[in-house]
């Protein structure tokens, strides 16, 4: 089955700077997701590419899509510290409609 | 627009206990779906319903765990009994569904949208 996996990394940043995370999955996808979560909270959609889209932007997030490699980043430019939270990336496949979750990238960001 | 709601927010049982998690999806969302985090996993896929039928119950763990969703509103997840290894956060999420887009063929989902979550404590 396919997975959503980020780069296990757990980013520090100061206010201001800019945050990248990666995101790889095994098979064939149809869109991709990425989801925030902040401490205690629910999970908060940031952005759907489709299997068929590159590049995608939303406010201050840039996410891009590579088929070939099977990988996504997502970019946060100009961090505040509300971005401080998990973020995940999820993966769907033809055919249904289940999301597969990566185990999570921890963003803080220091004021 | 109201979001997912999830109800209880947090619930604390004894093993062998049942437990019943509710979830209300946003207004007019036909699909509807449940997912699940244990202690230091990532978050995995339960089922899914369009409507009130189940169209996907792949990732359900067990009988010990029955959804249903009468009426096609509102979904129920019961755990009967609860088992210790059932402790975890419960997502409920809802999305449009999907078309199918002109003559590329390709299938267009609509984003999931997620509740607050259920914090399943089983002692």
């Known amino acids: 089955s396919q997975q959503g996996e980020e780069d296990p990394q757990a980013l520090s940043i100061q206010e201001g700077e800019n945050a990248t995370m990666n995101c790889s999955y095994k098979t064939s996808i149809n869109n991709l997701q990425w989801y925030r979560q902040n401490s205690g909270r629910g999970l908060v959609h940031l952005i759907l590419i489709r299997s068929n889209e590159r590049e995608k932007h939303s406010g201050r997030l840039r996410v891009t899509l590579d088929t070939s490699k099977k990988s996504s980043s997502l970019l946060i430019t100009a961090s505040r510290a509300a971005d401080t939270a998990s973020y995940f990336c999820?993966?769907?496949?033809?055919?249904?409609?289940?999301?597969?979750f990566g185990k999570g990238n921890q963003v803080v960001v220091i004021p | 627009e109201a979001g997912v709601t999830q109800f209880p927010s947090h619930s604390v049982i004894e093993k062998g206990q049942t437990v019943t998690l509710r979830c209300d999806p946003i207004s007019g969302h036909d699909n509807l779906y449940w997912y699940r985090r244990v202690m230091g996993k990532e978050i995995k896929f339960l089922l899914h319903f369009v409507k009130e039928s189940k169209q996907d119950e792949s990732g359900m763990p067990n009988n010990r765990f029955l959804a249903e969703r009468t009426g096609g509103t509102y979904s129920t997840l019961k755990v009967q009994p609860a088992e210790l290894e059932d402790s975890g956060v419960y997502f409920c999420a809802s999305s449009q569904g999907w078309v199918i887009a002109g003559t590329s063929g390709l299938r267009l989902s609509y984003e999931q949208y997620f509740g607050p979550g259920t914090r399943l404590t089983v002692t």
């Open positions: 999820a993966t769907d496949a033809w055919g249904n409609n289940r999301l597969a």
